[in-house]
């Protein structure tokens, strides 16, 4: 009986080891072009919930710690991003392929025509274009506020950022908590570094945050970073400017 408890503890011991190692194992893969079936290098690969990255190889390998359910995110300049849930099978076989397909860009005619101008206001005021961008204006202040497009959303929006612009950072931040204390952890790893450093797009950035494109807008515009910033920067100066934002927010809230 003593025995069999002994025999029975180390087949405990070595199944939590086991465990264990699935956990902190790294996946290993090539990446293929869909198209030629030919190895793809120098393709960034993304952990996003581990927050950690690498690159792939001159034969198309790569390697990257993850466990089941986490989700590998491989992009590269002129082909499709893709998304890839790591699995048991990936860990048992070593021959996992991925495949990632080019981007086709189709090229329209473009024709600019200058305004034609008749010099009668009825005439030209229909040739004009026409702005989308609708204006809000608040009793008592002698300013108006632009909201974008009509959306139900877009007075309750303008008013939370002129009564109380804490409240709609509160709100953004608040969505993702997790995910805004993964910023020191993007900031540290020099493989998302280098990918963020060459990407204008804001996808990979969204894709780390869980954050969409106007939400990132939202908190640049109340941490008064200029529209000029907004639009030029890449998406490491971008993740640089929302984490200092997210701190001094933290800053502000514990002195409440």
Do not use: W
């Amino acid at each position: 009986m003593r025995i069999f408890f002994i025999g029975l503890f180390c087949l405990f011991s070595l199944i939590g080891l086991a465990q264990e190692d699935a956990e902190t194992n790294k996946v290993k893969a090539i990446v293929k072009n869909a198209r030629t079936n030919e190895p793809m290098e120098s393709v960034h690969v993304v952990n996003l919930n581990q927050v950690v990255g690498t690159i792939t190889d001159e034969d198309g390998e790569f390697s990257i710690s993850a466990a089941v359910n986490d989700t590998l995110y491989f992009t590269y300049l002129g082909f499709k991003s893709q998304k890839i849930r790591v699995t048991n099978d990936m860990f048992r076989f070593g021959n996992t392929e991925i495949a990632l397909t080019e981007l086709a860009y189709a090229l329209e005619e473009v024709i600019v025509r200058p305004y034609q101008l008749t010099g009668y206001l009825e005439i030209d005021v229909k040739n004009l274009p026409i702005n989308n961008a609708y204006q809000y204006s608040i009793s008592g202040l002698s300013v108006g506020y632009e909201g974008g497009n009509k959306n139900p959303s877009a007075v309750t929006k303008v008013l939370g950022a002129i009564l109380n612009p804490a409240d709609l950072l509160r709100n953004l931040f608040g969505k993702r908590p997790n995910q805004m204390r993964k910023l020191r952890q993007m900031k540290e790893d020099d493989r998302i570094r280098d990918l963020l450093a060459s990407k204008f797009d804001r996808e990979t950035l969204t894709e780390l945050l869980q954050l969409d494109k106007m939400d990132i807008q939202d908190i640049l515009n109340n941490c008064n970073y200029s529209q000029s910033f907004i639009t030029t920067a890449n998406d490491l100066q971008i993740l640089d400017a929302i984490s200092s934002c997210y701190e001094e927010f933290k800053v502000l809230n514990r002195k409440k």
